[in-house]
């Protein structure tokens, strides 16, 4: 194939979406990986210059490409899978993986960066150069013989297993559904119930379908009345892609995740002690904020003790309300999420399905859009690229420089992004940013390409022709994912390996996105974003208040259901041979700080994808962590609001220039001090949590 006629080879702008097939991704690996060979083989030769521009304009030019190709096919795969586009997918990767492992560990490569004059770099490029030196080590460039061939064979393994551990994630929760009649979904939100009964008819059959998608899971253990109904459902969910699940015992037993686990675990201590290093975690964290595993447990440790009581009394307090208004005497795992749900709306007058119809989908992202254009003053447009779906939409973000005003000329694009909000079958759950294209002064042509972002969510689909509706949490992940992009797309750094989010400790990466939340529960903001999906009208003040009320409900248990994965994530990952028992490691640390009993045959860490599939790995304590840096980030804008609450702008320009425009730059602690002026503090996030 020819680039006419191989999408996935064509780069003169964005990727053509609409028509990358499965039968491309070969032919066009078959010339980019051995593009990127001549590349790396070019650079290293003993007579090319050890100069930072020659290495990027040679290397770098050539591993862009296969960054940016093989990134459209990765999100094709997450986004819109097939049978044909996953074999195909999973035929490539380990090409790929070997590639990429080779190129980190390459010590020619290595030796040729050592040799750069760093005097002669500027401040972003002495940034990278010294991430790229430390990258080196942790990728195996100081490794020889036997050693360096072992290390690289686990990383290709590694991306074998975890390919595997999240196929059964997809394949368990796609695969699973329940016919019910009406009279068992007593209790449940109509939308939920619509939706269902499509998907009943849809096959042909009378009744509702169920699945263990978020849309559908989450309002049924919230809402429905029939504890059995409950029952069946949180089973199915906990026990997905594990020795539990109805599947594997019918005999689908390749779809039990537990030896892939287990194998994961033993692939990253072996990796570890390659490096030199005792465990995974120190590993994971040589490239974040926080300075050892024993710190993080003690922060995670120290978090833990002041929300306990909080959450001590939270359970109390449900088995109280249980007992006298539910007729539920010794609750079970799957009754809290509903007596939760109903001891809010007692207490507070409020329920989640009370507030979900005044968020529509295009208001909220009209909000969202108005306070980004607001606060970092910059415009977003509908604009136009290949897509993957009818659904997906894409935006550019443009702002105006003093140059342009003064001139009178059109504003400067700086960033540009696609929006794929709905759930569906062959997307895998949960949101994420992802990047599709970094900031970067490109030393091949010397012109500058502006970032490109994915934005994903999984909200539930429109029904009965009316637009979407989100619940709150779905409008709090959408500003989220936002912040993340944002962080990616209002970089002004040059440097592509440290603009945006490249070269960002993964422990702050969470800071612009958690930041973001904060909005979605101010009432400035949330004015301009409701309107009632059947007359139009604004979201109430009474009802915002109650919403702000029950803000921090059970905030207490939250706190400590995070803690719990954290804590088991830094444990598998400290443990070495003992991790092996995953469930055991588990059961201890639920001994140690959860509140509320788990069943002895739920299994969550099967799907822990964060950890086993995802970046998360020894890093899921960063959510708690950099919710730390966000809050008092946030703090800043509560301190300068105006009178009616709105953002002071001032503000809002302090922080877009030291976090959002800084990116990976600087280590993320300077970008912090620079915006608040002094180290983070812990303060702020207590009292945001009602815990202070």
Not at 11 to 24: G, M
Not at 155 to 167: L, Y
Not at 185 to 210: I, M, S, Y
Not at 263 to 289: C, D, F, H, P
């Amino acid at each position: 194939m020819t680039h006419a006629t191989n999408p996935l080879l064509d780069f003169s702008d964005h990727p053509l979406f609409d028509v990358i097939q499965p039968e491309h991704i070969a032919p066009a690996l078959d010339q980019l990986l051995p593009a990127a060979d001549a590349a790396l083989e070019q650079v290293t030769a003993a007579d090319f210059p050890a100069e930072w521009k020659a290495i990027a304009a040679v290397l770098d030019v050539a591993t862009e490409k296969l960054s940016r190709a093989w990134g459209a096919v990765s999100h094709l795969h997450s986004v819109a899978d097939t049978p044909e586009l996953r074999a195909a997918y999973t035929e490539a990767l380990p090409r790929v993986t070997e590639f990429y492992t080779r190129l980190g560990a390459d010590e020619r490569l290595y030796a040729k960066y050592k040799a750069i004059d760093v005097a002669s770099l500027n401040a972003e490029q002495t940034h990278a150069h010294s991430l790229a030196m430390r990258n080196f080590v942790l990728s195996g460039a100081e490794l020889v013989g036997a050693a360096k061939e072992r290390f690289a064979a686990i990383q290709e393994r590694q991306a074998e297993v975890s390919q595997k551990f999240s196929e059964n994630v997809l394949d368990a929760t796609d695969q699973w559904s329940a016919i019910v009649t009406t009279d068992e979904l007593a209790g449940v939100p109509d939308d939920v119930l619509q939706t269902t009964r499509a998907a009943a008819e849809k096959d042909g059959l009378a009744g509702h379908k169920l699945n263990l998608k978020m849309p559908c899971y989450l309002p049924i253990m919230q809402f429905a009345h029939s504890s059995a109904l409950r029952e069946k459902l949180y089973r199915a969910y906990a026990t997905r892609a594990s020795d539990q699940s109805e599947a594997v015992q019918a005999g689908k037993t390749e779809q039990d995740n537990t030896p892939w686990v287990q194998e994961i675990l033993a692939l990253r201590q072996e990796e570890a002690q390659l490096l030199g290093y005792a465990n995974y975690a120190e590993v994971s964290l040589a490239t974040k904020m926080a300075q050892s595993p024993a710190e993080v447990m003690a922060f995670l440790r120290d978090l833990a003790q002041r929300a306990r009581p909080y959450a001590e009394q939270d359970v109390t307090e449900m088995r109280a309300f249980a007992a006298e208004h539910l007729n539920l005497q010794d609750p079970q795992p799957w009754d809290w999420p509903y007596i939760g749900e109903k001891l809010k709306e007692a207490r507070y007058a409020f329920s989640e399905q009370e507030v979900k119809p005044y968020f529509t989908a295009p208001k909220v992202l009209a909000g969202l859009f108005k306070i980004v254009e607001t606060l970092f003053e910059v415009s977003i447009r509908r604009d136009h690229a290949p897509v993957w779906h009818p659904a997906v939409e894409f935006y550019r973000i443009e702002r105006h420089t003093e140059d342009t005003r003064a001139r009178g000329l059109p504003p400067v694009l700086v960033g540009q992004f696609y929006l794929d909000p709905g759930a569906r079958a062959g997307k895998r759950g949960g949101a994420w940013m992802d990047d599709v294209r970094a900031r970067w002064l490109r030393p091949d042509t010397n012109t500058l390409q502006t970032p490109v972002a994915h934005l994903v969510c999984n909200f539930a689909e429109s029904v009965g022709g009316k637009p979407p509706l989100l619940t709150h949490d779905d409008v709090i992940t959408l500003f989220h994912e936002c912040g993340h992009g944002l962080h990616h797309m209002l970089t002004q750094v040059n440097e592509r390996d440290v603009s945006g989010i490249s070269g960002v400790e993964w422990d702050a990466v969470e800071l612009p996105s958690q930041f973001m939340e904060n909005f979605c529960w101010e009432w400035s903001v949330l004015r301009h974003m409701t309107a009632h999906v059947d007359t139009g009208e604004p979201l109430p003040r009474d009802l915002f208040d109650k919403m702000l009320a029950a803000k921090n409900f059970q905030s207490g248990l939250q706190t400590l259901r995070q803690i719990e994965f954290s804590l088991v994530d830094m444990r598998l990952h400290t443990e070495g041979e003992k991790a092996q028992d995953f469930m055991q490691v588990l059961r201890d640390v639920r001994a140690e700080v959860a509140v509320l009993p788990s069943p002895a045959w739920g299994r969550t860490l099967h799907t822990f994808s964060h950890i086993f599939a995802g970046g998360y790995a020894a890093g899921y304590y960063s959510y708690k962590w950099a919710e730390v840096l966000s809050a008092d980030a946030y703090a800043a804008f509560e301190e300068t609001a105006g009178a009616d609450g709105e953002p002071s702008m001032e503000t809002g320009r302090r922080y877009r220039e030291a976090i959002l425009e800084a990116g990976g730059s600087r280590p993320a602690m300077e970008s912090f001090k620079a915006f608040r002026g002094r180290a983070p503090q812990l303060d702020a996030l207590l009292r945001h949590q009602g815990m202070a």
